[in-house]
């Protein structure tokens, strides 16, 4: 079974830092995307950022690009969500996603995504 295990999650002011962490366990593919989503209160959970296992290529939305990077210790079956120059609109629930697909096409809607973590929150104040 799939587990993903959030953390690194925090309150900081903005223009601080946080680094999210994803451990990953229980899978033996080795295509697979990963991603990060959030989600704020009374909104849609939206996606921040996507990983490819080949080759590792990234996406990010345009309201992070720049500021987030996502990375992953493919040693360690760990991911990671560096967020820089946080702002106060990006306080909400954090959560990695797993997507098992043959295809490294990663931007996808959160429905399709089959594994999820518990989710940990950031919170950035002015």
């Known amino acids: 079974q799939v587990q993903l295990v959030e953390s690194g999650g925090g309150s900081v002011q903005a223009g601080g830092s946080l680094r999210l962490s994803c451990a990953a366990a229980?899978?033996?593919?080795?295509?697979?995307?990963m991603g990060w989503f959030r989600q704020a209160p009374g909104k849609e959970r939206d996606m921040v950022a996507t990983i490819w296992s080949i080759g590792s290529s990234t996406q990010y939305a345009d309201s992070v690009k720049g500021r987030f990077t996502i990375s992953q210790d493919n040693t360690k079956n760990i991911f990671y969500l560096e967020m820089n120059s946080l702002k106060p609109e990006d306080t909400a629930m954090y959560y990695c996603?797993?997507?098992?697909?043959?295809?490294?096409?990663?931007?996808?809607?959160?429905?399709?995504?089959?594994?999820w973590g518990q989710g940990t929150q950031v919170t950035v104040s002015s």
């Open positions: 229980g899978y033996s593919v080795n295509r697979y995307c």
């Open positions: 996603a797993l997507l098992v697909t043959l295809y490294g096409s990663c931007w996808r809607p959160s429905n399709e995504y089959n594994y």
